[in-house]
Structure formats: C-alpha cells, structure tokens
C-alpha cells in the first residue's frame, strides 16, 4: 500500500534530487519487413515503425504529467538493420528511413543500425559496416553499435580491427561537427538484446514484436542520501544504496507499465543505470566521492564504483523480477560533470578508466581523444575493453571519439546529454602488428561450462 509518506519522499526526489525516468524505449522487431527489393523494405520499415511509435512521444508526455515524474527522452530500437537489410543491401536507404522516422515522431534517437559479427563476419556483415560512417554522417538521430564479442565465442580481431578503422573514417565524414558520428557508435562484447539506452540499444533476436524498456537514472537521488551518511561504514553505505536503487526502480516500472499498456506494447524490463548529465547534481562521480574519493580517478576509486555498481543492482532486483538491460552505474565521461572535472585535472586517465569499467555496467564511454590516434590504436583499446568483457562474462563497450584537428589540452563540446570533454591522452606505442594478426582470441575456458 503506498502511503503519505513514500508520496512525499518521491516527490522530493524528483523536485530537488534529480530524479527522472531517463528513457522509454519502444523496441520493434522488423523481421517481417525484410525484403529483396530495396524500396520495398524501405517502405515496409517506414509503416512498420510508424504503425507502432507514432503515439510514443505524447504518450510519454501524458504520462510525464499525470505521474509527474520527468520522462526526458522517448526512442525506439530496431531489429539489426545488417540482418533487415541483407537480402537487399539498401543500408544507407534504411538509415534514411529510420532518420526519417525519428523526424517524424519526435523521438530523441533510434538505436539499430546494428551488425553482430562476435564470431565471424559474413559478407554482407562487412558490406553493412562498411556503410556505417557514411550512414551516421547522413542522419543526425539514427545510433549505431557493432557486437564484437562474447564470452561463448571469443573476441573477433578481424571485426575489432575493421571497427577501429570505421570509427576513424566516421570521425573524417563528421569532422565538420567534432567527430559527433562517433559519439553515436558503439563497439559491445556481450551486447544485450534489452538495452534502452543509447546509442547501444538494438531489438535483440530473441525479443517480442513491440516492447517497452524504461531506463531510470538517479545519481543525484543516491547522492543526497549519502550526503546525510558523514561517518558511516562502506556496509552501511551499500545498504543505503540499495534501498534507495529499490525506490527508483517501482517508479521506473509503474512509468514502463503504463506506458506499454497505452502504446499495445509489453511490458519489458527496468534498467536502473544511474546515468549522468553534464548538469551538477546528476553525477556518478560525485557518489564515488561521497563515498570517500578525494577525487575520482584516484586511488580508491575502482574499489567505490564496484560497491556502487552492486548495491543499485541488488536493490533494483529486490523492486522488480523485470530488471534487465545493463543496471548498474555508467561512467560516460562527456556527460558526468565530475568525470569532466577529473579528467581535465589529469587524475582521471584512460589506464584508470579501463580499471574501472572492469566493475561497471559497461565500459569506456564518450572519451575524446587526439585525432591523430590511428585506427590501430582504437582497435586496440576496443580489444583491451573487449578482454575485460570476456574473461569477466559482462557486457562492455568502447565509444571513443578521435576528433580531427584537436590535441590534449582542447576541449570538444557536443550540447545536450552529450555534454562536453577534455581530450584525453593516449599511449602512442604501436599495436598494428597485434592487430594486424586478425583471427579469433578464443573464449576463456569457464565459458565452456554448462
């Protein structure tokens, strides 16, 4: 039964702690849509999307002002546009049309353009990918992620060397704009089929005909709470967290329920990843310190986040059976004004950040680096991430951002949630013979077990 005072105190979270609903997603299968002749499918994904999301923005603003809860983005997720589109090799067309869509509904991105390639590529797997810089240099709302690798299957060095020279070539075609195209690619091992953030959310194989994930974030919830906790033990501050991740979580699926129900939809799951903003008050790395970090990035640091990352997971279980997706703490740096802050003091490094991802929902995220940084070099980080995914059977992700005509010391702005970053530097040893080898690191021997 919800009482007066469970009211109140929701009440007070969104009204001063920055609580939100982060996103609903709308995700639709598009396999029925697949077709050989290229205007065909465009027209096919065009009705489909439509026939489905075109009510999802003002429902979601209904239900903003009904529950008065915040609801700050609406998106949708496709089927793999590499598998939807194979049988024609209309990509580029399909991203037009996806573009298209998302003019025309309103919705904040959709997450899609897509390729699976953990254990071999096909040729129009290659063929897809090769169309990725040209489709996000074309379009402005359209995400793109390539899975890479799995903890079953191993990590796929062809595709991890091919992703590293696509993300350069789409930093090229979008070098007018700071290299945005890459800030909306993302390079996964063990991507999920249920993700509802972006830009690595796709509608995995196994999913229903049209579901509604809901993604919630509460950083500056968490933050208040610990801002009260002056002298407490590391237990007593998990406990906390997990009792507030436990709150945030029946929000999100009340917000999910309703939202499902209006649009014809089901019901999928909650992902509880407190999420940043570039706003002050919303910042995963002002936990961290409040926990207490002098600065994050310092020693310490790794240790705080994986308290943090397992008490939002725990309590986001104890409120749901539906949690899914990535649940735990993002550190984007771009979007964290505390990640900014540190890594433009030089305490928060990429060697570090690696370190951390180890223990968090997914791995180095909007990281701007020097322009010169060489594909190889992508790739091997891309590798290294992918390692650290595989060996630890977790999902983590590379989104670098290598901006042409910028060193250490600049700064490039995106706006919006997309915030802004120091350029951070990067090991200039090289790794082409490495990554020049191709082949498949093979899947760790636990993966074996049934």
């Known amino acids: 039964m919800i009482n007066t005072g469970d009211i109140l105190e929701t009440i007070k979270m969104i009204e001063s702690q920055n609580l939100d609903v982060r996103t609903i997603t709308l995700s639709l299968s598009l396999f029925d849509c697949i077709d050989a002749d290229p205007k065909k499918v465009e027209k096919k994904v065009y009705e489909k999307i439509m026939s489905k999301a075109a009510r999802l923005v003002p429902v979601g603003r209904q239900l903003s002002d009904e529950l008065g809860i915040p609801i700050v983005n609406k998106r949708i997720s ?4 590499s598998l939807i589109g194979a049988p024609s090799g209309n990509y580029i067309g399909l991203a037009r049309t996806l573009q298209r869509v998302a003019s025309e509904t309103g919705v904040d991105f959709i997450g899609g353009y897509s390729a699976l390639v953990h254990k071999g590529m096909t040729e ?6 090769d169309t990725i810089p040209e489709a996000l240099s074309v379009t402005n709302n359209v995400c793109c992620s390539v899975n890479v690798a799995s903890t079953r299957s191993g990590i796929n060095m062809d595709a991890v060397a091919k992703m590293g020279e696509t993300i350069k070539e ?12 890459c800030a909306k690619l993302v390079v996964f091992a063990n991507a999920v089929e249920d993700n509802p953030f972006m830009a690595g959310a796709f509608t995995g194989v196994g999913e229903g005909e049209a579901t509604i994930n809901v993604g919630v974030s509460g950083p500056g919830v968490v933050a208040a709470v610990l801002k009260n906790m002056k ?3 590391v237990t ?5 967290i997990k009792t507030t991740a436990f709150k945030i979580t029946r929000a999100g699926q009340l917000v999910g329920t309703k939202a499902a129900e209006r649009l014809g939809a089901r019901f999928g799951i909650v992902d509880l990843s407190l999420a940043p903003t570039p706003a002050v008050g919303d910042s995963v790395a002002e936990i961290l310190e409040l926990i207490g970090l002098s600065e994050v990035g310092s020693h310490g640091t790794t240790a705080a986040l994986a308290l943090l990352n397992d008490a939002v997971k725990k309590g986001g279980v104890m409120a749901s059976s539906m ?10 740096v771009s979007e964290d004004a505390g990640m900014i802050s540190a890594a433009r003091s030089g305490t928060l490094t990429l060697p570090k950040l690696e370190a951390m991802t180890a223990v968090c929902s997914v791995g180095l995220d909007m990281i701007a680096v020097p322009g010169s940084t060489t594909a190889a070099t992508i790739s091997a980080i891309i590798a290294d991430e992918c390692a650290i995914g595989v060996v630890n059977n977790k999902t983590t992700a590379v989104r670098l951002i290598p901006v042409p005509g910028k060193d250490v010391g600049d700064e490039v702005k995106f706006g919006g949630l997309l915030g802004s970053a120091p350029i951070m530097p990067v090991t200039n040893a090289d790794p082409s013979l490495f990554i020049g080898r ?3 690191i093979p899947a760790p021997l636990h993966s074996l077990k049934n």
């Open 236 to 240: 007593e501050i998990a406990e906390a």
């Open 78 to 81: 496709v089927s793999p546009i």
């Open 438 to 440: 191709g082949g498949i």
């Open 231 to 233: 002298g407490a033990t």
């Open 323 to 332: 949690v899914g997706g990535l649940s735990g703490a993002f550190i984007p």
């Open 124 to 129: 129009a797997d290659e063929a897809f990918i």
């Open 170 to 181: 789409t930093a090229e075609k979008t070098k007018d704009r700071d290299a945005i195209g």
